[in-house]
Each structure stands twice: as structure tokens, then as C-alpha cells.
């Protein structure tokens, strides 16, 4: 996880991310302009134009994307939309 700025407050398990958000894990990149990790289940959400790309030219965009640690899963929210040049 990047990001331009990082906040945490004290005894909080939410750490914020905002500005140039990119989060990498194998072939699966994804963008935003604010996420926030949630330490208690490892859970990422993006917010702020997010999109996941997996793999070269498979993109999804949504209102709100959340990477599930662990599960290596996603869950999409709001106005989803994707291009896919191979599956």
C-alpha cells in the first residue's frame, strides 16, 4: 500500500491512506484516491474513483471497490463497469 499521506489515530485499527493510493498483490494492482485499512479483518476500501486491474487489460471500476485480505477477493459497490481482453 502507497499513498501520499498516511493518518492513524491512537487506539484505532483504521489506518487512512489519501493522495495517489495504489495497493499491489501478485498480478492484481488497484488505484484510488483514499482507502482505508481495517486491521481488525485486513480489509482495504477504496474510495475515490477506485479501480482494480488483474492482469493486462482486465480493469473494473466501481464507486466503492474493498480488497478482502486473505480471501484474495473483491466486493464492488455502486456504478460497476469493466473491460476485459482476456479471461
Known sequence: LTA????RFEY???LY????VKIVS???RA???MAVHHKS???TVLYGAP???NGPGNTLYAER???LDGEGGIRMEGQIRGRFTEF
Do not use: P
Not at 501520499?4 to 493518518?7: Q, R, T, V
Open 4 to 7: 501520499d499521506l498516511f493518518e
Open 12 to 14: 484505532s485499527d483504521l
Open 17 to 20: 491512506a489519501k493522495g495517489n
Open 26 to 28: 501478485g498480478e492484481r
Open 31 to 33: 488505484w484510488s484516491s
Open 41 to 43: 479483518d485486513g480489509s
Open 51 to 53: 479501480r482494480v486491474e
Open 65 to 67: 471497490i474493498t480488497m
